[in-house]
């Protein structure tokens, strides 16, 4: 399993903490209650993926719901335990079992300590040294599911049903929750990947007397970027890795731009390939090779391969001395230190008439290589060389 690079994980038994209504099984609304047979549905591929995160990883499975009312006349016991033991059963029947089972019983409006998103449930797993909190997952379709993950100090897996909450515009409810969460999906699939996969990213800081310079990297995000280099231009130029590669990135660069852009715009391509080599520090699975692509009249090729060896073939002509205020010669140096630094081979050619053009299909064409060389087949173990190293 690849590492999170930036981890403080602990030595103990890591756990993934289950919601069901929603997330095992459908959601039955308007009652939210399921309390007879015909409201029984599994969720799609609950038990297909299931299976393999119960066979192939070592994580300790806990099933929590709240459960409004169980007990009371709205809700009885007996239509609640015959389901919940054939769901109990049914995936047992598939390799999953689960070590504990926590079902609180009370209202929303009772507040109680015992109820998701509170921790009342789980206190036998808090400050417990047999237990990895801080790598382990809460599961579930609900905001209050993550909100848990926050009460326990760990990540949270997010199946999102609802069109109103997040997705690639975070709403405003759940901003505050966004660091919290690991994984927003609505397939089990994407589940399993990640579980198998983890996450590649990593934080890493560059400082010399010229630049100081703080990187956030993750591999596998979906395209949102911070950066700020003081040149404008520049931050365009990686804001359009960020999302044609479809990363995660933040580039934060303090350099001495009152001398001239050289440092700032080299430096950083220095710190960008530094961070990718940490992040892929596992390379089992990974594709490896990545080309691109056309933007308008300008014809931009990038082909890279991440082999451990570093190398540029530039082959691009700027007819202009400057881009906003970026130096047209600092892009060969940009890749160059980029390439050196990630102990990868970089072909960049590019035609075209317009300047600007030219230089951002380049940089697209950068970001769509990246995205075809990082990505990971979690089926595969294999690595992507002959030589048995990379």
């Not at 990895?132 to 997010?158: E, H, P, Y």
């Not at 691109?292 to 540029?312: Q, S």
């Not at 697209?364 to 992507?384: E, G, H, Q, T, W």
Request: proline content about 3%; aromatic content about 10%; hydrophobic content about 40%.
């Amino acid at each position: 399993m690849s590492q999170i690079a930036d981890s403080t994980q602990g030595s103990g038994k890591r756990v993934l903490f289950i919601d069901r209504d929603g997330t095992l099984i459908k959601e039955a609304p308007p009652t939210y209650q399921i309390d007879s047979w015909d409201k029984l549905e599994f969720y799609p591929d609950a038990f297909k993926y299931m299976s393999r995160i119960a066979a192939e990883l070592e994580y300790e499975l806990v099933m929590v719901s709240n459960q409004d009312g169980l007990g009371t006349e709205s809700f009885p016991e007996n239509t609640f335990w015959p389901l919940q033991d054939f769901v109990q059963k049914t995936f047992e029947n598939e390799g999953v079992h689960f070590a504990a089972f926590f079902f609180d019983k009370t209202f929303a409006a009772e507040n109680a300590p015992t109820r998701k998103p509170n921790t009342g449930m789980l206190t036998a797993y808090i400050d417990n040294p047999a237990y990895d909190i801080a790598g382990s997952f809460v599961i579930g379709d609900r905001i209050t599911d993550v909100q848990l993950a926050k009460n326990l100090g760990c990540k949270a897996i997010w199946l999102n049903n609802d069109p109103h909450l997040g997705g690639a515009e975070i709403s405003d409810s759940v901003k505050s929750l966004a660091e919290v969460i690991a994984l927003e999906s609505i397939h089990w699939k994407d589940i399993y990947e990640f579980l198998k996969l983890g996450l590649r990213k990593v934080t890493h800081e560059r400082n010399t007397n010229e630049t100081k310079i703080h990187i956030e990297l993750n591999l596998d995000g979906s395209g949102k970027a911070t950066v700020d280099t003081g040149l404008g231009f520049f931050d365009h130029m990686l804001d359009q890795i960020a999302r044609h590669g479809k990363m995660d990135l933040t580039v934060i660069t303090k350099g001495d731009l009152h001398i001239d852009e050289h440092h700032t715009i080299e430096d950083t391509g220095i710190a960008l390939g530094e961070a990718f080599a940490k992040a892929l520090v596992d390379k089992k699975g990974m594709e490896r090779y990545g080309f691109a692509l056309p933007m308008d009249e300008a014809e931009a090729k990038v082909l890279i391969d991440f082999g451990g060896r570093n190398w540029i073939v530039w082959n691009a002509e700027f007819k202009r001395e400057k881009i906003g205020e970026m130096p047209t010669e600092m892009f060969f140096h940009f890749f160059k230190s980029f390439s050196d630094a990630a102990k990868c081979n970089l072909n960049i050619a590019c035609n075209g008439d317009n300047e600007h053009h030219k230089i951002e299909a380049i940089f697209k064409a950068f970001a769509k290589a990246i995205k075809m060389a990082v990505k990971r087949d979690p089926l595969s173990n294999y690595l992507p060389s002959t030589k048995g190293v990379l």
